[in-house]
């Protein structure tokens, strides 16, 4: 059975640094690639950070670049993802997701974290 399990979400000021972490068990097949995802309140989903395990290489989203960083150990499944200069609009429940076993997305979900950025 798979799982993905997050950890690390909290209350932060603006101008701090949060980290989040996300450790994935249960695969019977290969996973490809592993993902931040948010959900601002009262928005859609959106995508925030990924990690590609066939070379590498990390992708992020505008509003993110700069200020949040994703990194991983393949061997493991598992990610994390430092926030540091947190902004208000970063406030959000953020969800770890998995491309695994042939799916051309992802295809599973952790159950959420909260993250809010507050004075």
């Known amino acids: 059975q798979v799982q993905l399990v997050e950890s690390g979400g909290g209350l932060v000021q603006p101008g701090g640094s949060l980290r989040l972490s996300c450790a994935a068990s249960?695969?019977?097949?290969?996973?490809?690639?592993m993902a931040w995802f948010r959900q601002p309140p009262g928005k859609e989903r959106e995508f925030v950070a990924a990690?590609?395990?066939?070379?590498?290489?990390?992708y992020y989203a505008d509003s993110v670049k700069g200020r949040f960083t994703i990194s991983g150990d393949n061997a493991k499944n598992t990610i994390s993802l430092q926030m540091n200069s947190m902004r208000f609009e970063d406030t959000a429940v953020y969800y770890c997701?998995?491309?695994?076993?042939?799916?051309?997305?992802?295809?599973?979900w952790g159950q959420g974290t909260q993250v809010t950025v507050s004075s």
């Open positions: 249960g695969f019977t097949g290969s996973v490809y690639a």
């Open positions: 997701a998995t491309q695994s076993g042939g799916s051309p997305g992802y295809n599973y």
């Open positions: 990690i590609n395990w066939s070379g590498g290489r990390v």
